[in-house]
């Protein structure tokens, strides 16, 4: 009984490691990943060859503090995209626990918008395990190294979350500009703020 119990704290211990392991921080290189976009065509990030890099936002339908941060994503994209620097926006929660996520309401949100970027569905949230998202919003900012995509920058995208206006700290756009000016990033990593994202039961 003894070992058994050794057994499977061994195999538990392995498999939260696994999952540390693909949580990303800054440095680290991204692997790419293909999802549904809102149009119905699979996007990775190799299919923008001409990309310095990306900012990658999870996100979804459903919470309030992403759809106050709905117009910044956009004015992002509208800011970078021509600068090599498109948003790629992904949503990961389990749809039992929000209905209001689905693929179909995603299509209808996108539409509704005019997003400007592509909404990717991911569907077995392995994507956001992959990256290691916890929230909506959640952003990384990657820049490609080579034939790489590295990790520079993890977190919020300002801070204030109820007001655009009087966020006097806006990490993504900073980020993103030292990036393009080819200097040091002031700050890596920030506390994301926003709705949890809705893991699947097991």
Partial sequence: MKTRTLIASFILSLFLFTELQAQYKVGDVVTDFSLKNVDNKNVSLAQYPSAKGFIVVF???????????????????????????????ISSNDIKINPDDSFEKMQKKAKDEAYSYPYLYDESQ????????TNTPHVYVVAKEGDKMVVKYIGAIDNNADNASK??????????????????????????IGCSIKWKKS
Wanted: charged share 25%.
């Fill in 126 to 133: 392995a994507v956001a395990k992959q990256f290691g998202a």
């Fill in 59 to 89: 996100t979804c339908n459903s919470c309030p503090v992403a759809i106050k941060y709905e117009s910044r994503v956009e004015q992002l994209n509208k800011d970078f995209s021509a600068k090599a620097y498109p948003v790629i926006a």
């Fill in 167 to 192: 966020a006097d700290k806006k990490y993504v756009s900073d980020a993103v500009n030292s990036l393009i000016d080819g200097k040091d990033i002031a700050v890596t990593a920030t506390k994301a």
